[in-house]
């Protein structure tokens, strides 16, 4: 971190409690990413070619075709009004009302995505190792630079306005308000590539492939385990469950209390 002072480290109490899921289901198709779409989950598949989405209890509520194929998509967010989905080097958007997918932002390789406002986006670029602001229009400006943020990763919107991205080496926690400015950061307790956040502000962070997360309330974290043969591809939240993409072919969800 180049200008964030006063950097608190932050411990989990020592008692990692066992995880076992309350629902899980295997894909159909291979999966690429999931995320929350208000109380619905949304599947990205590897094809590229469509999205499923899936109440928590993981009945699939219906199948959102994309327009245009996606090669090697790679990650998917929504906000009020639009689905994105994002690849090694193009970001696409479509209106929920409109289904016609088309591309957003090019020669970017997405790293975090989080949700500014309905239609505008703040994007972590890992070639830049910046984050952008995405307008409504189409209009792209730095957000904040490298110089603030080291190597941006995964991001998440919070409800009080502010963003949560991780950076650095994958062990720090940094938060950010609508003005670009890092507000604090926190030094996590191992390395984190995942992240997703529910309308509370509760923060659920995770290392790919390791069946162990970290949620952050209020400061407060706690660790879970998962069962040991759990291999996190992606996280959402909802509400108190925590929705987990195993190695692309399984969907599970956790309750974790309040």
């Known amino acids: 971190m180049g200008s964030c002072a006063g ?25 690429a990413a999931i995320c929350s779409d208000g109380d619905l989950l949304l599947v990205l598949e590897n094809s590229g070619t469509r999205i499923i989405r899936f109440s928590t209890a993981l009945t699939v509520s219906d199948t959102i075709p994309l327009s245009e194929r996606v090669t090697a998509p790679a990650g998917v967010s929504a906000d009020r009004f639009h689905y994105y989905v994002f690849d090694d080097h193009r970001l696409y958007r479509m209106s929920k009302d409109n289904a016609s997918l088309e591309v957003w932002l090019n020669n970017v390789r997405v790293a975090g995505l989080a949700s500014f406002e309905p239609g505008r986006m703040l994007v972590s670029d890992d070639e830049r190792n910046s984050i952008w602001f995405k307008g409504f229009f189409g209009e792209s400006r730095l957000f904040i630079s490298s110089a603030e943020v080291a190597r941006p990763g995964a991001m998440a919107a919070l409800p009080d306005g502010s963003f949560a991205v991780l950076g650095g080496s994958s062990r720090l926690l940094c938060f950010l308000n609508r003005s670009g400015v890092v507000t604090r950061a926190l030094s996590l307790p191992a390395p984190c590539d995942l992240l997703a956040a529910d309308a509370g502000g509760t923060l659920c962070l995770g290392k790919m492939g390791k069946p162990q997360v970290y949620v952050l309330r209020e400061s407060m974290m706690a660790g879970y385990r998962l069962p040991d043969t759990t291999s996190p591809l992606s996280l959402a939240l909802v509400g108190d469950r925590l929705a987990v993409l195993d190695a692309g072919a399984r969907l599970a969800v956790f309750r974790i209390g309040k």
């Open 7 to 31: 950097t608190v480290r932050i411990e989990p109490d020592g008692n990692f409690p066992l995880l076992e899921p309350t629902a899980a289901v295997g894909l159909g198709s291979s999966a």
